[in-house]
């Protein structure tokens, strides 16, 4: 059987009415009687049950038929399920209580959303025809959201159904459609707004729902429970009551300015019912609630954020100075690697005696001096820089983007403007500087390096430990008659003031001091028959005596704080031409310390009486200095010394 023997592009009525089926939903609601009670019956329905029965009723009540039923799908099977009927009799509801859309004559109204109209329904469906005796049947589609979801049938036992009940049938399903749309809508958005609101009642955020003029239409559940009051007590108030009185003028014109895109939130905080205060940050943002526009204003609770923040930061920072513990500055060192911040450098800085601070005048005022030094180091540096207590006495700063001249200049400028005084005690300054160049060069080789430097400045700060050693081996070598304590510290103070005059940093002026010390500290590895010997040294006895530079090398490089002048010690008394010991080497290839001790150490010499020779005058030795420049001495640095000297003798 075909479909063209019980189907039709078109039906013809009994009143030869024409009836384009593939059309249909076209067909114009007169503004008739009919259209009108249409309207009334289906307003106020509020279930898709009552929609159901109501087309039931109008079927009935408008059109003579035999029985009406509607079909719906049924998601979970698949088939059409009889879900209301008037008028069918038991044995034909359990006859067709479902239909297969998928299957003609139902595939005609389920799978190409045509009516079907018949009135031959003994070629459709013989079997259910001719057990109940229906002779005529109309099935009209029902759509949601443009898919078939169901169908209205309606069956005559003898007359065919005319032009204007077919008319009926078809726009009672129109209504019905609307109405099954209109109740799917509102039932989805119920849903929608339990969701959203469930979803809602789930934040730990505070959410208001604003009415255009910022009065309460909704909240969640943490208002209610963390402001403490209840919804009832909220809903219709103005949002700005739950501001305090004198922030609620700023919190007005804060929202107006959200509301236009000005400003990202609001920083003010909310009032308790209690009166206290939460601090929150409010964003307001435009939307939609039950079909009403809507502001939704979400407040977050900083309350715990603001703890977690304040333990970091008591984690982070040192309690007394408010700068960064040592943890947290090694943090920053490493992350400035990982950003490239390179050149960047490290200073460290230490108080010099402050322990003598501490045991004279108490605590309290060692930890004013600290204190003190904490924030004359925060006025000096820029915004970049990480500023940490690194130790007990000790402090720490890593400058990005910084290399290690601009780096000296900074830690001179702090030593310099750190000075102060505590009781009769001045306090001043170590410091230490190092270059951190790249991700090759580990960050422990930098601080290391920044350590030595600021471990040798103290070298010549009484009372210091490193101080102490250097007072040790300076009696080993008086004790042993090599020279004279005036020697050391005449030698000291012109290492120190040359050092000056030529322009080295503080790092290799401390460096130069310390070499005019124990320059022949391995001296005292010489046996007394030849080093105190006043005749001339056979030559085996000078190549003893040559050896000295070399085991003075080996006793300092033993020693953490002194191993850096090791290889000074080792070739003080190489020469220019290149005829000195030990190494002969000669020119800029002998370090500059070493070129500018030799000449310094000979003017001291020469001025100086001694068991074996008389001084000589301050002019002699000039014109020896000279004499020997180019070939003894360093030329450039001779003609400097000679400047020196004259502007000191002047």
Known sequence: MSTDDYFSDEFI????????????????????????????????????????????????????????????????????????????????????????????PYSHVFQQNKPLITSNYSRVSPAIANKHGIKSVISVPIESDGKVVGCLNAGKESKPFKGDEVRKIINICYFLSMEFNRIESKSKLKSMNENLVNFFNCLD?????????????????SVSSRMEYRRNELIGKNVLSLHFPKHRKEAARIIAD?????????????????????EVETRIVPGVWNRQKVLFGISKDLTQTKEIERIKYISDHDSLTGLLSRAAFDSRLRACR????YPASIILLDINGFRIINNKYGNEKG???????????????????????WGGDEFAILLPKTDMKEASIIAEDISKAAFMKCGKFKVKLSFGVAEIHGAEKPLSGAINEAENMMCRQKLFVDGSLQNSLITSMQRAIHERNLETEEHTERMMLMAKEFAEFIGMDKDQKNTLMLLAT?????????????????????????????????????????????????????????????????????GKNIPKICRALSIIDAY????????????????????????CSGSQFDPDLADLFMQFIAREKS
């Open 367 to 389: 930890n004013q001096v600290l204190k003190g030094l904490a924030e004359k180091i925060k006025e000096m540096c820029c915004r970049e820089s990480f500023l940490a207590r």
């Open 518 to 586: 124990l320059h022949d500290i391995g001296k005292i590895g010489i046996p007394d028959k030849i080093l105190l010997k006043k005749g001339k040294l056979t030559k085996e006895q000078w190549e003893t005596m040559k050896k000295h530079c070399e085991i003075g090398r080996n006793i300092v490089s033993g020693i953490s704080t002194f191993n850096h002048i090791g290889d000074y010690i080792l070739h003080h008394h190489e020469k220019w031409d290149g005829t000195g010991y030990p190494d002969g080497l000669s």
């Open 604 to 627: 001291d010499v020469m001025t100086h009486e001694r068991p074996y020779k008389e001084a000589f005058s301050h002019e002699d030795a000039v014109k020896e200095i000279k004499r």
């Open 258 to 278: 959200m509301q236009k895109g000005k400003l990202l939130f609001c920083p003010l905080p909310l009032m308790k019912k209690n009166g206290q205060a939460i």
């Open 205 to 221: 955020d505070f959410l208001f729902v604003l009415a255009s003029d910022g009065s309460i239409i909704e909240i969640n559940k």
């Open 13 to 104: 009525g009994p009143e030869n009415e024409v009836f384009l089926l593939d059309g249909w939903k076209t067909i114009l609601i007169e503004e008739n009687g009919f259209t009108r009670r249409m309207i009334s019956t289906f307003r106020h329905l509020n279930s898709i049950e009552d929609v159901y029965q109501a087309a039931i009723d109008a079927v009935e009540n408008e059109i003579d038929t035999w029985g009406a039923g509607i079909y719906t799908i049924d998601e979970a099977t698949g088939t059409a399920k009889l879900r209301c009927s008037s008028d069918l009799p038991d044995a034909f509801i359990e006859d067709a209580r479902e239909r297969d859309p998928h299957v003609l």
């Open 338 to 341: 990982n950003d490239n911040l």
